[in-house]
């Protein structure tokens, strides 16, 4: 967040009249109630003196930093008073007070910007200047002037340094790619070399070398699934969520270099453990761990089984279009082709896909080690008919117990070690995850699915109308964040019961924000800029194939317009998807899959599309027009 993102020239005020500090408190919070930044200036006020009221913030130089959160704060923002005449605070006096509000549930952002304006500060001949500037329009151009100057030296003490990383996602398309462009861009802006590894899904790209990890000043790993660190070796790095590489890149690349410096002084004395299975996360709590982890092993074992839903679904649709029951040889609708596409789909790939999932669940867990007694345990899942949740259960069940089997066992002789990798540890795990899906876990798990496909089954109307928008609404709110992913997981799990209609509504939910979004670019031109214009044609694309990433951008520049937007168009069109019985048996692909996997194709294209008209109309009557300014450029280049 930059200084002129905070500060409105109107906030500014220069006096030499003599004020306490109760005056000048009050006086920069009317200031800030003035401008629309603060709804009720008596919360505000409060918030402030409960803060000083714990410890001054005077900061030394004749200079105050009051600062506060409130839920009477609409956005962060700062207000600057100068007064020659200095003003008593506490047992300091001051000339300069500068005081930040932020949101409630604002992000740290505030408090960076406190630490910026803190090291400005510092400097004598900076503090001179606001010193002498004689109006409010002098006071914002210097610190505009410094913040520019901070910059451009930031940028000469990065140039020539090389960031390196990792991006991986659960699908392996939209995101690792943008998580790799973000870091690359923000290391670009400061002369800095970059490669960046893509885990995308046709396999490694731009695979990192021992060279490139002895030459890196900084290192990234963003990933939903789990990445393989060892070619970093003992080396530290940031480990991140690709949103947030995709969001904030130049806070990620700053706390890589700083941690690849503390780590470097701090190693000689540190054993810093393993990072291949247990990444570094120290900055979070013992939750955001555990939900972290948890996290990651699931869309690890998603990652792998999508292509087996994906190849399974559209094959199974393919046998149908012979006839209901012409993959049966028994019937007289029998079709050799029929049975050939019902084999593969139906008999293999859709019986594999719970076990790959419980089996890579494990394995990111365990690594390799893993693979058996969590597949071995999707396979008795999928028997017993505990399906997906089931699944997912032995998933986490056989890497957790065989990661336990294998610590306990290091320090048996190498000789053995062998005999215990490939024999003894394999079968207790199996034999432990055998015995709890076989007698604990099956029986009420699979009760648990035939009560949630009953209830699935005989909805209808009003109530596969909500359901519908639910499921749509979810996929579109934080598109491709822990909302998403549990909307997704859901579908699967009613996928594997081989109930559809909940597919089709999140397929709406992915694809109707980048359309809605496109179209609203096509429609409301004057309300974006040059660049959203260009992302919105590219948008028609990414919607089309599924690829809902491509919202993210327009959501992360304005989310207060454009979630509620995305939501409420998702929403209607999953209502009406759902409301008219609208099954898909293939939960990935966009338009590619829709005239063989879809019952009504025609019907559910219709929902996709007004869903998507729904998201654009919201967006093209919330949004605000370009300013003047903006448009007057943009008319004298030609572009409007």
């Not at 109630?33 to 003196?49: C, L, M, R």
């Not at 002084?265 to 555990?290: C, F, H, Q, W, Y």
């Not at 359309?515 to 948008?539: D, P």
Request: aromatic share 8%; hydrophobic share 45%; with cysteine.
């Amino acid at each position: 967040m930059q200084i002129d993102e905070l500060i409105d020239v109107e906030n500014i005020s220069v006096t030499n009249d003599p004020l306490t500090k109760d005056q000048a408190i009050d006086k920069l919070v009317q200031l800030l109630s003035e401008s629309g930044v603060v709804d009720d200036s008596e919360d505000v006020t409060k918030a402030i003196f409960k803060r000083e009221n714990e410890i001054s913030t005077s900061v030394g130089y004749g200079v105050a930093i009051p600062h506060a959160r409130s839920k009477a704060v609409n956005k962060a923002s700062i207000a600057i008073l100068k007064d020659l005449n200095g003003i008593e605070w506490g047992e300091d006096r001051v000339n300069l007070v500068f005081m930040i509000v932020a949101e409630e549930a604002a992000s740290d952002e505030h408090l960076k910007m406190l630490s910026k304006i803190s090291t400005f500060l510092m400097d004598e001949v900076f503090r001179a200047k606001l010193l002498v500037a004689t109006s409010n329009k002098e006071i914002l151009d210097v610190l505009l002037q410094q913040e520019a100057e901070a910059t451009v030296n930031e940028v000469n003490k990065n140039s020539g340094k090389y960031l390196i990383g990792i991006s991986a996602c659960m699908t392996g398309i939209a995101h690792t790619f943008m998580a790799a462009e973000a870091l690359a861009n923000e290391a670009k802006e400061r002369g800095m070399r970059v490669k960046i590894q893509t885990n995308g899904s046709t396999g490694i790209e731009n695979k990192l070398t021992p060279k490139d990890v002895s030459e890196a000043d900084a290192i990234v790993v963003a990933h939903d699934v789990k990445v393989d660190t060892s070619v970093f070796g003992d080396l530290p790095y940031v480990d991140v969520p690709v949103k947030k590489a995709i969001s904030s890149p130049s806070g990620v690349v700053d706390e890589a270099l700083t941690k690849m410096v503390t780590g470097r002084a701090e190693r000689k004395d540190k054993v810093i453990k393993e990072t291949t299975t247990e990444p570094e996360e120290e900055n979070l709590s013992v939750g955001k761990k555990i939900a972290r982890e948890f996290y990651t092993h699931v869309m690890s074992g998603v990652s792998y089984m999508i292509p087996f839903v994906v190849v399974g679904g559209i094959f199974i649709a393919i046998s149908f279009m012979f006839g209901i029951y012409a993959s049966d040889p028994s019937s007289s609708q029998y079709n050799i082709w029929a049975g050939f596409f019902n084999e593969v789909g139906g008999n293999a790939a859709f019986k594999l896909y719970v076990p790959i999932l419980a089996g890579f669940i494990s394995w990111s867990i365990a690594d390799k080690a893993g693979l058996a007694p969590g597949m071995i345990g999707g396979m008795m899942a999928v028997n017993g008919g505990s399906g997906f949740l089931g699944g997912m259960v032995a998933g986490f069940l056989g890497g957790y117990v065989m990661r336990f089997i294998v610590k306990r066992t290091r320090k048996i002789p190498h000789t053995y070690q062998g005999l215990m990798s490939v024999l003894f540890n394999p079968l207790l795990a199996t034999l432990i995850v055998g015995l709890v899906m076989f007698f604990i876990l099956n029986t009420p798990m699979s009760e648990l699915i035939n009560a949630l496909t009953s209830w699935l089954k005989s909805m209808n109307g009003a109530n596969a109308a909500v359901m519908g928008a639910l499921l749509a609404g979810m996929m579109a709110s934080d598109m491709g964040g822990p909302i998403n992913k549990t909307a997704s997981a859901f579908g699967l799990a009613m996928f594997a019961s081989k109930i559809y209609g909940p597919s089709a509504a999140l397929m709406v939910g992915g694809m109707v924000p980048p359309l809605g979004i496109a179209i609203a670019t096509t429609l409301f031109r004057r309300k974006f800029s040059i660049q959203e214009r260009e992302a919105g044609k590219a948008n028609y694309v990414l919607g089309a194939s599924f690829i809902t990433e491509g919202a993210i951008p327009f959501a992360a520049g304005d989310p207060l317009h454009t979630i509620p937007a995305n939501i409420i168009g998702a929403a209607v069109g999953g209502a009406l998807c759902m409301a008219y019985g609208i099954t898909l048996q293939a939960p990935h692909g966009g338009v590619f899959v829709i005239p063989i996997a879809c019952n009504h194709p025609i019907i559910y294209v219709g929902c996709i599309l007004l869903g998507s008209f729904v998201t654009a109309l919201v967006l093209g009557f919330t949004k605000k027009n370009l300013s003047e300014d903006q448009i007057n450029r943009q008319m004298a280049s030609g572009i409007i």
